[in-house]
């Protein structure tokens, strides 16, 4: 059969294309920003800028990344065609577990990156020589947890850029799997526009557990850090639920939750995937005030960091 004998296959087809150029045009101005970031860091501190610039490019030039790109890119790839039973709103399931995965990675590159940028150089005697030239204590960490946050800031930005794409040609896939009118170029950015914050919470989250892979790293190696930090990440989500269920009537799990909300990050704030899947909006005030939030932790996160590196010693 012909594509000229099936014009609703052509404008099903076009659908979904066409609010792309929202992406593109966002993919460049993340781009832009971060870039021009660099260069006012370059401009500011320029030890710090060197130490990160370097941090990034080691970090991009390693197989994991590539690895969790391609990862990445295949199963935003599968999501769509996957069979969710939802009965015609599947549009959901794929927000949802896209949002997760491109988290959960950029939450597996920061921790990798932080331990063999940090742990591994402390224990190889790299940062010794390293901290010989004039460059302080302070500017070795703050540039090692800037250089963590660029590959997991780009990792967002392309496969957020893909997601959303991959969003948009699901709301059209749908319609003519389910026999439902063709949606139009609006339904398509619309779904596309509800599940940006997500992307924006998700990064928030990465960076703020980047920041605790940091201070974990001045003192253990790769494997401590990352069961750690993947433990943490466990149960700062479990934490919420044990409370507000029938657990939670006992008084030490009662008493563990009020204790973990008051001294740990409580990451249930960023963690929107069920509110965006389910159409519910997300406010340019909640998004400030999480990022508020989660910027206060990751600056006492930084100075943890700072007081358990200031006196380890690196001979």
Known sequence: MSFLAEPSILVGMSVW??????????????LAILASLLYLLATAAPKVSAIARTTAKEAM?????YVILIIGVLSLLVFPFLPYNTFGEDIKMVKSEGLTLIKILAVI?????????????IEGRTALTLLSKPIGRRQFIFGKFLGIVIPVAVVFVLLGSFFLATVSYKISYDARENS??????EDCRAEMLQA???????FMEAVMLASVAVAISTRLPMIPNMVICLSIYV???LVPLLVNSSVGNNEFVRFAGSFSAAVLPVLDHFNMETAISTGQAISL????????YGLIYCVVAMLLALLLFEDRDLA
């Open 109 to 121: 590159l920061a921790i990798w990156t932080a331990s063999i940028s940090i742990a591994d150089e």
């Open 180 to 185: 439902k009118p063709t949606p139009t170029m």
């Open 17 to 30: 294309i066409q609010p792309l150029w929202v992406v593109g045009t966002a993919l460049v101005l993340a």
């Open 61 to 65: 030039s390693q197989p994991l990344f």
């Open 235 to 237: 149960l700062w989500h």
């Open 285 to 292: 005030q909640y998004l400030g005030w999480v990022g508020l």
């Open 196 to 202: 940006t914050p997500g992307l924006a919470l998700g």
